[in-house]
């Protein structure tokens, strides 16, 4: 079992549409989660993260975590062309230090 | 620097040759890790700096890897008889916190150096 799952798509949403992103994380110790956007050929960044139960909004970005079901989401709300990218899943393991490790990413193309 | 600067952009390397990528950080920051990420993959850890120590190199995949940086600041990997396999970007990241700090734990990428062995 890989660490952090994510289904890589690729995920098609018309404009306008909620796009919804999902993973799941095997470490039950991990405390942190974050979302990190990478267009074609460029480096991640970041754009949410999250570390208590329930939703954490951010304008059109809505992240999710429910630590007893080890599951993560990211809701983009209006979604826009400019959106279409690959989203990674990370998590920040329960060791010493932070490590963070990476889901294989969801691509996700807003439709026109 | 304003981000963190990796070089050379791309390398191509024949079957057995060694290369040498470098990562210079975000001033000041204490974390460094190296990432491998293949095409349509996510990045994989490789090894990970609080200032100069190593603290964990568990992803290396074979000992033709290894990472240093010796001040703490600039970091360089080498992978010594390059093989095809080895294929990939090498993304750097930085970060400014090294503990365990909940809200802490964002990474600044380079943009990676794409290497390609033939």
């Known amino acids: 079992q890989k660490e952090v799952e994510q289904n890589s798509g690729p995920l098609s949403v018309p404009e306008g549409a909620i796009a919804s992103l999902n993973c799941t994380y095997s470490?039950?110790?991990?405390?942190?989660f974050f979302w990190y956007r990478q267009y074609s050929g460029k480096s991640p960044e970041l754009i949410m993260f999250i570390y208590s139960n329930g939703d954490k909004e951010d304008g059109r970005f809505t992240a999710q975590l429910n630590k007893a079901s080890q599951y993560v989401s990211l809701l983009i709300r209006d979604s826009q062309p400019s959106d279409s990218a690959t989203y990674l899943c990370a998590v920040k393991n329960s060791g010493g230090y932070q490590k963070v490790t990476f889901g294989t990413g969801t691509k996700l193309q807003v439709i026109p | 620097g304003a981000g963190v600067s990796q070089s050379p952009r791309y390398k191509v390397a024949k079957r057995g040759q060694d290369v040498a990528l470098r990562c210079d950080p975000i001033s000041g920051h204490v974390s460094l890790f190296w990432y491998q990420q293949a095409l349509g993959q996510g990045p994989e850890f490789l090894t990970y700096?609080?200032?100069?120590?190593?603290?964990?190199k568990s992803g290396l995949p074979s000992d033709r890897f290894f990472a240093e940086r010796p001040e703490g600041s600039v970091s360089t990997l080498k992978i010594q008889r390059t093989q095809q396999e080895d294929s990939a970007v090498y993304l750097c990241a930085s970060s400014l916190s090294s503990g365990k700090a909940l809200h802490t734990g964002e990474l600044f990428f380079g943009e990676g150096s794409r290497l390609t062995v033939l």
């Open positions: 470490d039950r110790g991990s405390q942190s």
């Open positions: 700096f609080q200032n100069e120590a190593q603290l964990d």
